[in-house]
């Protein structure tokens, strides 16, 4: 089969399109034909060797993926009778999705329902189960609660809009293009600032204050780096700076701005707590599945590349060029 290798840690450009064998079908497991698999910015961080969990080289990479299921193991195909050849299934795992084939735990797939597209499938899950984890698991957030959400155009940040607007909060989007922000529009942001406008905390301080407001209720931050001081000073009295990433370097945070006004900074490690809540989490996913089946959350139909142009895909994410979320199609 055709797969992406990274073969050593290092830049994305460094991976290569290799004829390998496909993986061998263990006791557990299910061979999936991939559909599609998203491109995530951990990606970037796994191949790069700088992701906090290392997978031994050579590896596949694609951690986030939809596919059909062409084999089955013995066991599985014994003790679950849920799982056939020929149902469309997703699974977030440690990597393999960059290929033409991929096995996987068959305790780690979810069946598709027909209202989700092959594209939604591959690309929500991360950004989702992120945002509807700090949205609700983490900030508490109400209906009516404002949102800040910083890199609202793509990735969690525009998971992030649409949970928000599905939970009936305020969500102002800034984003840098103007596509970004249209699609934060089309998500349900109330209004899109271009993030690098030299108006913009003026201008939500003002769009605040209209609701007698003297700042934003939770600010989603995926994005950190040498703006993160600015978002925190939008925030209103008691408001809350959620730490989601740091695609733009680690922020350091003046912590008298956050005595200042009773606020709060909240860590969100989504990862760290589905792997300790393994129940709690895929009742979640259920839960988001049915969401995006029945339309009530709509994730971005993504922009698809071939697998011989996975790198490209990459480099366009790095390179901030993203709208909305990447997916490569074997
Ligand atoms: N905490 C958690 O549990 C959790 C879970 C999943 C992911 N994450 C983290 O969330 C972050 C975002 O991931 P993602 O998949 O959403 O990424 P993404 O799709 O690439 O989006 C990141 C956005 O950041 C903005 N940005 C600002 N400066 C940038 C720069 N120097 N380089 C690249 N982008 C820049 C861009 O938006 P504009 O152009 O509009 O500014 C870009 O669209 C990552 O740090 C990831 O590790 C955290």
Redesign the pocket.
């Known amino acids: 089969m055709r797969a992406v290798l990274c073969e050593r840690y290092g830049p994305f450009d460094d991976l290569v399109l290799a004829e390998v064998p496909s993986p061998e079908l263990r006791p557990g497991t299910v061979r999936l034909q991939v559909l599609a698999a998203g491109v995530?910015?951990?990606d970037n961080?796994i191949v790069g060797g700088r992701y906090q969990v290392k997978t031994p080289t050579p590896f596949v990479p694609g951690f986030e993926f939809v596919g059909r299921i062409i084999e089955l193991a013995d066991d599985v195909a014994r003790d679950a009778p849920h799982l056939s050849v020929g149902a469309r299934v997703l699974a977030l795992s440690g990597g393999g999705g960059f290929a033409e084939e991929v096995v996987v735990p068959a305790h780690i797939v979810t069946i598709v329902p027909d209202g989700i597209t092959d594209g939604q499938a591959a690309t929500f899950v991360?950004?989702y189960m992120?945002a509807a984890?700090?949205l609700r698991h983490r900030a508490g957030a109400e209906r009516d609660d404002s949102l800040l959400v910083?890199?609202?155009?793509?990735?969690?940040?525009l998971a992030a809009v649409d949970v928000a607007a599905s939970m009936r909060m305020r969500v102002i989007a800034?984003?840098?293009?103007e596509e970004?922000r249209r699609l934060a529009l089309d998500r349900g942001a109330e209004v899109a600032f271009d993030?690098n406008s030299e108006s913009i905390t003026t201008d939500i301080r003002e769009l605040m204050a209209a609701d007698g407001k003297d700042g934003v209720d939770h600010v989603y931050d995926?994005?950190?780096?040498d703006r993160a001081e600015t978002w925190l000073r939008c925030l209103a009295t008691g408001g809350q700076y959620l730490?989601?990433?740091?695609?733009?370097g680690i922020p350091s945070l003046p912590l008298n701005h956050v005595l200042l006004r009773n606020r709060r900074v909240t860590g969100?490690?989504?990862?760290g707590w589905s792997a300790r809540q393994p129940a709690e989490n895929a009742a979640l996913l259920n839960e988001l599945v049915h969401q995006i089946s029945i339309g009530r959350l709509r994730p971005v139909e993504p922009t698809a590349y071939p697998l011989d142009r996975t790198v490209d895909a990459l480099r366009d994410?790095?390179?901030?060029r993203?709208s909305g979320?990447l997916v490569v199609i074997p």
């Open positions: 995530n910015y951990v961080l991360q950004s992120t984890f700090a910083i890199g609202a155009g793509s990735g969690v940040g800034a984003a840098s293009t970004k993030v995926p994005v950190g780096g730490v989601v990433g740091f695609v733009a969100v490690d989504w990862g994410l790095a390179e901030r993203a979320k």
